[in-house]
């Protein structure tokens, strides 16, 4: 095996999953980050005593990844209600949860105003038959729309409209229902199967956590890269690094220009708003999904982790699709007061947060492995290669790698 480092571009999930794993596996690596840190899309600012994660992001125990790579515990995952309340177009809210998380509220599903005893019957159905079935038959059936898949299933357009498309929006970035129903259904699963937070200290401590398995001196950040190719790098500096092999990890638009034969993928964007109140307007860490569409979610992110505020102030989280800025924040807290009451007008807007490649598209056909070797000596990841996911994305990191140490070998 040659005693050049494999260089990996992005210190991404997974650029920091590949390369963990190969140094695991004896291989010299090094990690070229163009950024001032770790993380990618998954980073966590700290403004007034504030822990402001780039974008709503969530980490899910029930994606088989997860546990396998990550220490979890040592995150100190601070839980979010598994379920959500939908706000109606006149007012009310209805309260949909897990009844085998949450006994409490086992009838809240039944009795919500969302749609027929047959839609319900048929969601049952649905989440017991993905929860039954090996991911593998899942991702063996047969593809579809999201909507389609729906129909197919017998599920009435008020259940659709109601309560599924409200909460896809969040989850997939998109209210047409357009996504693949494969992706749909392992999302579905692992949201059924796992509990949703996030660390205690932000989700840039996912990240961090793969970072620290690695020597200090193979993280380079502020480090772009200008061209590459199976032998080595050249950076934008001019300096030439040479490498056994090269993995671009950098998101989908900065891969495809370092790599002219990529095809990156459409990607859907998506905006955050932060708000700081004196108290919490919700009093628990469910997730509201909009039922009119005006925002995606909205969640008080201090109800489940109160280490995200330095104070005794709760931190609320919107978010609403595509890319918007500042001045569309007076709108956003129309919406948040219909919702919450008048007291949002007394919070203070902390930041916004617009991510332009959020998520990659991934509507039928998807495939949901998309090669990872591109030539001789030179690799791809991404969440982009597998599903849009954290999931996807730390796959795709082991994919790469195990490719990659299949050729040295």
């Known amino acids: 095996m040659s005693r050049q480092p494999v260089i990996v571009i992005g210190a991404g999930l997974a650029?920091?999953?590949?390369?963990?794993?190969?140094?695991?596996?004896?291989?010299?690596?090094?990690?070229?980050?163009?950024?001032?840190?770790?993380?990618?899309?998954?980073?966590?600012?700290?403004?007034?005593?504030?822990?402001?994660?780039?974008?709503?992001?969530?980490?899910?125990?029930?994606?088989?990844?997860v546990p396998r790579l990550l220490d979890v515990e040592a995150l100190r995952l601070r839980a979010f209600n598994s379920g959500m309340l939908v706000f109606r177009t006149d007012g009310g809210k209805e309260r949909v949860m897990l009844p085998w998380k949450h006994p409490r509220h086992a009838l809240s599903g039944l009795t919500a105003h969302l749609g027929t005893p047959v839609d319900k019957a048929v969601l049952a159905a649905m989440t017991a038959r993905d929860l039954a079935f090996p991911a593998g038959m899942l991702r063996a059936g047969a593809e579809r729309t999201v909507l389609d898949e729906l129909r197919h299933w017998g599920m009435s357009p008020v259940m659709v409209e109601r309560l599924i498309r409200p909460f896809l929006a969040g989850v997939l970035l998109e209210r047409e229902l357009e996504t693949s129903s494969r992706v749909f259904h392992l999302i579905w699963r692992s949201f059924a199967r796992g509990t949703i937070g996030v660390p205690a200290l932000g989700m840039g401590e996912v990240p961090a956590q793969l970072a620290s398995r690695l020597p200090p001196e193979a993280v380079r950040l502020r480090r772009r890269v200008r061209e590459a190719a199976g032998t080595g790098v050249v950076l934008d500096d001019g300096a030439e690094l040479p490498a056994a092999a090269v993995v671009v990890a950098a998101d989908p638009s900065a891969a495809a220009a370092l790599l002219p034969d990529l095809r990156a993928p459409a990607m859907r964007a998506v905006t955050t708003f932060y708000h700081a109140a004196p108290r919490s307007p919700l009093g628990e860490a469910t997730q509201v999904i909009d039922g009119d569409g005006v925002i995606a979610d909205t969640l008080v992110m201090t109800d489940a982790a109160p280490e995200y505020s330095a104070t005794d102030e709760a931190l609320i989280s919107t978010s609403v699709l595509g890319a918007a800025g500042d001045d569309d924040e007076p709108g956003v807290r129309d919406r948040l007061e219909e919702i919450y009451g008048p007291e949002v007008r007394k919070w203070r807007h902390l930041a916004t947060y617009p991510i332009a490649e959020a998520l990659p598209s991934m509507p039928p056909p998807m495939p949901l492995r998309r090669r990872v070797r591109l030539g001789e000596g030179l690799y791809v990841c991404g969440d982009h290669r597998d599903t849009g996911s954290i999931q996807g994305a730390l796959v795709s990191g082991r994919r790469a790698a195990d490719a990659v140490m299949k050729d040295l070998c």
């Open 15 to 65: 650029g920091l999953a590949c390369a963990v794993r190969l140094r695991r596996s004896g291989v010299p690596v090094t990690v070229l980050e163009a950024s001032d840190g770790v993380g990618g899309r998954m980073r966590t600012d700290v403004v007034d005593g504030f822990r402001l994660d780039r974008g709503f992001q969530v980490l899910n125990t029930g994606y088989p990844e």
